[in-house]
């Protein structure tokens, strides 16, 4: 009886973070019934997907110790250059004067390809200069934006139904966006739990130089973090710039970074190292989520919401440094 | 001999920050552009200033982006003063510090492009503002709408406002002027949600309204630019709604607004000419330098109360007009 009671317990402590959410949940709703309905639900999950998924790379980072700056400027620099090859052939303001656009399915691998190299570049910078990740990926987010802003002056859209299918199209009621934010959430639970992947770079996050003595190559795992923390990246302009039908240089992304840091830290992933779930990043870009729809709905002002949104991110942080220290 | 290289280089490297364009003539003027950052208009008005330049010839101009920062606006400014420059463009980042950076201008020319200085009484025959009276775009917004609700024959009307960033004098007073001349159409206004801060940004304001589209009653959709009122149409087409339903009105009558109103999901846009501001701009600095008129040159015309005031007007753009405004 006791170590049943003892398991519910800690379920109940592993899992404080859904607690919140529904709590949460709840309070909005009674106020507020039609923020429960699911048209609404629907919108408040295509809304986090883009930093949902940005977070679903970013957690891998912060999990190896590390941190990705450069997210939101990378998905500036991917939202420009492949909605440019993008844009229907008819639109007096093309990027590329009387062009046709390219098959979409062309231009989204080769944004996930600038993806995975600009995330090659600064992995490797990281993992074989070993300056630490926040100076790497600062001075990255420096470039991209840069480079967005060289790219186009102006912001490029009317782009071709196909290449906005992912962000934009909808399978009967369901938005493709949620089933490719879910999709990526499976996939990051796979890699983290699943596979040697995964495994190495907990083992990185909790002790490197035990995990190098242990004969993981800790140099490429760091590198293949940041590979999947940029193409996460490349993968939510896409699909924010097939939301939003443009990309614009100076705000496509901007910030979004923060808002995946602090997604997945108030899911529980440690700043430290070694710890993360991903099934509690997924409550924390919900519990972002639910602020930003719910206290909308809500008639709260926009500066009180940004009030709660830091509360929550700090006081998060405080609790489970409390838990895990007692675990220790 | 170390020292000296390294003087030499960072002479080197700063000549290519501050590097000009056209060849130097011995009775050159000398000016430089400080834009508060480079979005699609900016960047348009940046282009006119320039362009009038080479126009007229004869003058060396250099442009320098900011970055939202009004530290960095001083930084130029006291750079270009130091450098013996004749005269500065500035698109002020922050409206507050318009004195500050005509202490630092010193002895050059000051001519204020697009954000007026809070303070206008610093303006005289040195320092001069060219823009636009955002209380005029605002008001065309509300003009429009007070017909069409006239029209139909309602006079309670409940709004949506996407605002831009708060603090900046355009958007108090674009958000003033139509909520004012909606009023004085004989509309009873109320607003329908808290005003959505999306600071000019398309994709903060398709997020922040969607949830609201299905939700709470509204009769028209206000925003303080084009591209706030272009999220609105796409979180309206994501929720399965016509955005065509209700009057979305916006500001700017950018290349995507004036496709949207061809496209019908638009109501309305208000064109502010930005070449013309980055022109009208460029003349006044060149007429002060030559002593003459403002605007001289130009077609614009200065405020009736403060003559240190350049106005370049405003223009409603509707469906039948559009053509008009297609670049």
Same mark, same amino acid.
Request: proline share 3%; net charge negative.
């Given at each position: 009886?006791?170590?049943?009671?003892?398991?519910?317990?800690?379920?109940?402590?592993?899992?404080?973070?859904?607690?919140?959410?529904?709590? @949460?949940?709840?309070?909005?709703?009674?106020?507020?019934?039609?923020?429960?309905?699911?048209?609404?639900?629907?919108?408040?999950?295509?809304?986090?997907?883009?930093?949902?998924?940005?977070?679903?790379?970013?957690?891998?980072?912060?999990?190896?110790? +590390?941190?990705?700056?450069?997210? +939101?400027?990378?998905?500036?620099?991917?939202?420009?250059?492949?909605?440019?090859?993008?844009?229907?052939?008819?639109?007096?303001?093309?990027?590329?004067?009387?062009?046709?656009?390219?098959?979409?399915?062309?231009?989204?691998?080769?944004?996930?390809?600038? /993806?995975?190299?600009?995330? $090659?570049?600064? +992995?490797?910078?990281?993992?074989?200069?070993?300056?630490?990740?926040?100076?790497?990926?600062?001075? #990255?987010?420096?470039?991209?934006?840069?480079?967005?802003?060289?790219?186009?002056?102006?912001?490029?859209?009317?782009?071709?139904?196909?290449?906005?299918?992912?962000?934009?199209?909808?399978?009967?009621?369901?938005?493709?966006?949620?089933?490719?934010?879910?999709?990526?959430?499976?996939?990051?639970?796979?890699?983290?739990?699943?596979?040697?992947?995964?495994?190495?770079?907990?083992?990185?996050? /909790?002790?490197?130089?035990? $995990?190098?003595?242990?004969?993981?190559?800790?140099?490429?795992?760091?590198?293949?973090?940041?590979?999947?923390?940029?193409?996460?990246?490349?993968?939510?302009?896409? @699909?924010?710039?097939?939301?939003?039908?443009?990309?614009?240089?100076?705000?496509?992304? @901007?910030?979004?970074?923060?808002?995946?840091?602090?997604?997945?830290?108030? /899911?529980?992933?440690?700043?430290?190292?070694?710890?993360?779930?991903?099934?509690?990043?997924?409550? +924390?870009?919900?519990?972002?989520?639910?602020?930003?729809?719910?206290?909308?709905?809500?008639?709260?002002?926009?500066?009180?919401?940004?009030?709660?949104? #830091?509360?929550?991110?700090?006081?998060?942080?405080?609790?489970?440094?409390?838990?895990?220290?007692?675990?220790? | 001999?170390?020292?000296?290289?390294? &003087?030499?280089?960072?002479?080197?490297?700063?000549?290519? &920050?501050?590097?000009?364009?056209?060849? %130097?003539?011995?009775?050159?003027?000398?000016?430089?552009?400080?834009?508060?950052?480079?979005?699609?208009?900016?960047?348009?008005?940046?282009?006119?200033?320039?362009?009038?330049?080479?126009?007229?010839?004869?003058?060396?101009?250099?442009?320098?982006?900011? =970055?939202?920062?009004?530290?960095?606006?001083?930084?130029?400014?006291?750079?270009?003063?130091? %450098?013996?420059?004749?005269?500065?463009?500035?698109?002020?980042?922050?409206?507050?510090?318009?004195?500050?950076?005509?202490?630092?201008?010193?002895?050059?020319?000051?001519?204020?492009?697009?954000?007026?200085?809070?303070?206008?009484?610093?303006?005289?025959?040195?320092?001069?503002?060219?823009?636009?009276?955002?209380?005029?775009?605002?008001?065309?917004?509300?003009?429009?709408?007070?017909?069409?609700?006239?029209?139909?024959?309602?006079?309670?009307?409940?709004?949506?406002?996407?605002?831009?960033?708060?603090?900046?004098?355009?958007?108090?007073?674009?958000?003033?002027? &139509?909520?004012?001349?909606?009023?004085?159409?004989?509309?009873?206004?109320?607003?329908?949600?808290?005003?959505?801060?999306?600071?000019?940004?398309?994709?903060?304001?398709?997020? !922040?309204? *969607?949830?609201?589209?299905?939700?709470?009653?509204?009769?028209?959709?206000? *925003?303080? =630019?084009?591209? !706030?009122?272009?999220?609105?149409?796409?979180?309206?087409?994501?929720?399965?709604?016509?955005?065509?339903?209700?009057?979305?009105?916006?500001?700017? %009558?950018?290349?995507?607004?004036?496709?949207?109103?061809?496209?019908?999901?638009?109501?309305?846009?208000?064109?502010?000419?930005?070449?013309?501001?980055? !022109?009208?701009?460029?003349?006044?600095?060149?007429? !002060?330098?030559?002593?003459?008129?403002?605007?001289?040159?130009?077609?614009?015309?200065?405020?009736?109360?403060?003559?240190?005031?350049?106005?370049?007007?405003?223009?409603?753009?509707?469906?039948?007009?559009?053509?008009?405004?297609?670049?």
């Amino acid at each position: 009886m006791g170590g049943n009671s003892k398991d519910i317990k800690g379920f109940v402590s592993r899992n404080s973070i859904w607690l919140i959410l529904i709590i @949460l949940i709840l309070a909005v709703g009674v106020i507020q019934p039609k923020f429960l309905s699911v048209g609404n639900m629907v919108t408040l999950i295509s809304g986090e997907a883009v930093r949902g998924i940005m977070a679903f790379g970013v957690m891998f980072a912060i999990l190896s110790k +590390g941190i990705d700056l450069t997210i +939101g400027s990378t998905a500036a620099l991917v939202a420009v250059i492949t909605a440019s090859f993008a844009q229907e052939a008819d639109y007096a303001n093309r990027y590329f004067e009387g062009g046709k656009p390219l098959p979409a399915i062309l231009v989204i691998l080769i944004g996930l390809a600038i /993806g995975v190299v600009i995330g $090659a570049i600064y +992995g490797a910078i990281i993992a074989y200069t070993k300056i630490p990740a926040f100076i790497a990926t600062l001075g #990255g987010q420096l470039i991209c934006r840069a480079g967005a802003k060289m790219y186009s002056d102006s912001p490029i859209s009317k782009l071709t139904e196909s290449y906005r299918f992912l962000g934009h199209a909808k399978i009967g009621p369901v938005p493709v966006i949620i089933i490719v934010f879910f999709l990526m959430f499976a996939i990051s639970a796979f890699l983290l739990t699943q596979t040697r992947f995964g495994k190495n770079v907990f083992a990185i996050g /909790g002790n490197d130089q035990a $995990a190098r003595v242990a004969g993981i190559n800790v140099e490429r795992t760091t590198v293949l973090v940041y590979v999947w923390c940029s193409f996460c990246a490349a993968l939510g302009a896409i @699909l924010l710039t097939g939301k939003t039908g443009s990309a614009t240089p100076a705000s496509t992304g @901007l910030n979004y970074e923060l808002d995946a840091i602090a997604a997945a830290t108030v /899911g529980g992933t440690s700043h430290t190292g070694g710890i993360c779930r991903a099934s509690g990043v997924l409550a +924390g870009i919900l519990i972002l989520g639910v602020i930003n729809n719910g206290l909308v709905m809500l008639k709260v002002d926009d500066n009180m919401t940004n009030i709660v949104k #830091g509360l929550i991110i700090v006081g998060s942080v405080i609790l489970d440094m409390r838990k895990n220290a007692k675990r220790v | 001999m170390k020292m000296s290289k390294r &003087v030499l280089a960072c002479l080197a490297a700063s000549a290519m &920050v501050f590097g000009v364009a056209a060849p %130097a003539l011995a009775d050159d003027y000398k000016m430089t552009v400080i834009m508060s950052s480079r979005d699609e208009f900016l960047s348009t008005l940046e282009k006119g200033a320039t362009d009038a330049a080479a126009e007229i010839g004869g003058i060396e101009i250099s442009t320098q982006d900011a =970055n939202n920062d009004p530290a960095k606006v001083l930084q130029f400014i006291e750079a270009a003063a130091n %450098a013996g420059e004749d005269a500065v463009i500035i698109n002020l980042v922050d409206a507050e510090t318009g004195a500050e950076c005509v202490e630092a201008a010193g002895d050059m020319k000051v001519v204020f492009v697009n954000r007026c200085p809070s303070d206008t009484s610093i303006l005289n025959e040195n320092v001069v503002y060219v823009g636009s009276n955002e209380m005029t775009s605002g008001g065309f917004q509300g003009d429009f709408l007070a017909d069409y609700f006239n029209e139909k024959g309602q006079t309670d009307v409940k709004y949506i406002l996407l605002q831009g960033t708060l603090g900046l004098v355009h958007t108090t007073q674009r958000t003033e002027s &139509v909520l004012q001349h909606m009023k004085d159409g004989g509309l009873n206004i109320e607003e329908a949600a808290a005003p959505l801060v999306a600071d000019y940004d398309r994709a903060t304001a398709q997020e !922040m309204i *969607a949830p609201l589209l299905t939700t709470t009653e509204y009769d028209c959709i206000i *925003a303080n =630019n084009d591209a !706030m009122a272009l999220g609105a149409v796409e979180a309206m087409l994501d929720a399965d709604l016509d955005p065509a339903s209700i009057p979305i009105v916006g500001i700017d %009558a950018t290349a995507d607004g004036i496709q949207a109103i061809k496209d019908g999901t638009l109501a309305m846009t208000v064109f502010q000419d930005p070449v013309g501001q980055g !022109m009208g701009a460029l003349m006044a600095a060149v007429n !002060m330098l030559e002593g003459k008129e403002f605007t001289e040159g130009t077609s614009f015309s200065a405020d009736e109360e403060n003559p240190y005031i350049v106005w370049v007007p405003f223009e409603p753009v509707y469906p039948d007009n559009v053509a008009d405004y297609e670049k």
